[in-house]
């Protein structure tokens, strides 16, 4: 675990992440981190499960494109919105939408597609619940 918490973050680190500290909740361990998208500042949750993994997976992939010059760095820290609040989500759908393509591995895909596609109903549960 430890191994993949190290690799996570330098991984991270490459794209202009900044992880803050290790944190445990019911869900288990994740990573608290923020990234400068589009302007933004935006905050999100890098779970270190299987979900994590993939992510790792795929960004040392995009890592090795961007390094040659084939994939835009932007696109790829777009991905990490989908590990944000649904409101962030919302925001940033078109550019998400356009960068899904970048992601190789099927059930990431399908996560992020879903993610971005329930995001409008998501949010409007919690403005109902607040």
Not at 77 to 85: D, Q, R, Y
Not at 89 to 105: E, M, Q
Request: proline share 3%; aromatic share 10%.
């Amino acid at each position: 675990m430890a191994y993949r918490l190290v690799k996570a973050r330098r991984l991270l680190e490459c794209f202009g992440v900044s992880c803050h500290d290790v944190k445990a909740d019911s869900g288990g361990l994740y990573m608290s981190c923020s990234v400068k998208v589009a302007g933004d500042l935006i905050r999100f949750k890098f779970p270190m499960n299987r979900l994590g993994y993939r992510f790792i997976r795929e960004l040392e992939r995009l890592d090795r494109l961007c390094f040659e010059g084939s994939v835009n760095p932007e696109d790829v820290k777009i991905l990490f919105t989908t590990l944000s609040v649904p409101e962030v989500i919302y925001k940033h759908r078109s550019r998400l939408r356009r960068a899904t393509g970048l992601i190789r591995d099927e059930k990431l895909r399908k996560w992020v597609v879903w993610r971005r596609v329930t995001a409008p109903t998501r949010m409007e549960r919690r403005q109902v619940k607040a």
